[in-house]
């Protein structure tokens, strides 16, 4: 077995790591790490767990470390971070000083030059950038990113339309309350409203998904040339993003055939994968964040609603933010990382 911790274990993203991994095939936790505050502390008394699954069995008495290199047992083969950028963008680049190698959800350096940002199914081969980064860092181990929740649902869906020449795309979404952790958007804020506005999302759209849809040259990514327009949303819903996309391309597919095109979008084969990557509904009112977050058990993207307009292609397109968004999504990438040989 592969040996993985998780960094910042207790918050909404952590716990979904630790349950995602409960009886994983390739990968069994050993070690978990939160705050100073928390350290110390058994993992069922730091985190207050809200996911409706039982804590693992052998997880709720496992005490929490801090979150240091000096805390981490040398011969941990993985490293997963839920952490706030703001400690990331510090404690990451010394673990992988250190030697460690880290799937990380934390924003910070997904747009860096040498820092690999993945979605196996849509562009794998940007691992290759770990020898650039471990060139210029000097480093040993390695970091490597997931997109944003709302980047990675909607990205599988640009990639499989991008065979008709992507050229411009605008998208509106309606996120979910988990997106913004449990401290981050009080009932008072949420309940009978809309926010229409989450501060740095949209940028985190625009960039992330050009790198995404970009080109491994061997010693960099080339960005995708399309231009992104996004407009981020929050909603009262719990989990699922719902994202409104209008796309433009060269070609001019006809709703039937973007369809195609999303239902023969490549799978992977990896344990955490799903298998279709995207599911398509017919019914015009699909996908909707309470009935198909939980499409290929959070994995997949669910599309719908598409329609031609006056310039190309629009539809719809939602996924489970905490899991394909960000637990699911790191945890696909330590198998990516563990299946091609990087750990
Ligand atoms: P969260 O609920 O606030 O959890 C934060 C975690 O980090 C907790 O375990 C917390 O430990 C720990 N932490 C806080 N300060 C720390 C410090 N100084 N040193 C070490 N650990 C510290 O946040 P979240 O929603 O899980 O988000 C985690 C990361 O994932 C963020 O970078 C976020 O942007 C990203 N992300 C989130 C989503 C989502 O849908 N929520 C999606 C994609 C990416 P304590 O319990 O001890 O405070």
Not at 66 to 72: H, L, W, Y
Not at 76 to 92: G, K
Not at 132 to 137: F, G, I, N, S
Request: proline share 7%.
């Amino acid at each position: 077995m592969t040996t993985v911790g998780v960094l910042g274990a207790t918050g909404a993203v952590g716990q979904r790591f630790v349950q995602l991994l409960d009886g994983h095939p390739e990968f069994e936790v050993s070690v978990l790490t939160a705050s100073p505050q928390s350290a110390g502390d058994s993992y069922s008394e730091a985190a207050k767990w809200r996911l409706d699954t039982p804590i693992p069995d052998g997880i709720a008495e496992t005490t929490v470390r801090e979150t240091d290199p000096d805390e981490i047992p040398g011969d941990t083969d993985l490293l997963f971070s839920a952490l706030p950028s703001t400690v990331a963008e510090q404690v990451e680049p010394e673990l992988c000083e250190a030697g460690f190698v880290v799937s990380s959800n934390a924003s910070n350096e997904r747009v860096a030059d040498d820092v690999p940002l993945v979605i196996p199914e849509v562009n794998a081969d940007h691992l290759g950038l770990i020898d650039v980064q471990q060139d210029e860092r000097g480093w040993d181990g390695a970091l490597v990113k997931n997109p944003n929740c709302s980047t990675i649902t909607m990205v599988p869906t640009l990639a499989a339309i991008d065979s008709f020449g992507l050229e411009r795309v605008h998208v509106s979404t309606l996120q979910a309350v988990s997106g913004a952790g449990y401290s981050g958007v009080t009932s008072m804020e949420i309940l009978d409203n809309v926010v229409p506005h989450i501060g740095g999302e949209a940028t985190k759209m625009e960039t992330e998904s050009r790198k995404l849809l970009g080109e491994f040259t061997g010693a960099g990514v080339e960005w995708h040339d399309a231009t992104v327009s996004a407009s981020c949303n929050r909603v009262p819903t719990l989990d699922g993003h719902l994202e409104n996309v209008f796309a433009e391309t060269d070609a001019d597919p006809a709703p039937g055939e973007v369809a195609d095109a999303f239902r023969a979008a490549d799978p992977i084969d990896l344990p955490s994968a799903p298998t279709p990557l995207i599911e398509v509904f017919e019914e015009p009112d699909r996908p909707q964040p309470r009935l198909d977050r939980m499409v290929g058990d959070g994995m997949a993207v669910a599309a719908g609603g598409v329609e031609s307009t006056e310039t190309g292609v629009q539809y719809n397109c939602l996924a489970h933010n905490t899991v394909r968004g960000a637990a699911g999504a790191s945890i696909l990438n330590g198998e990516l990382l563990a299946s091609e040989g990087w750990l």
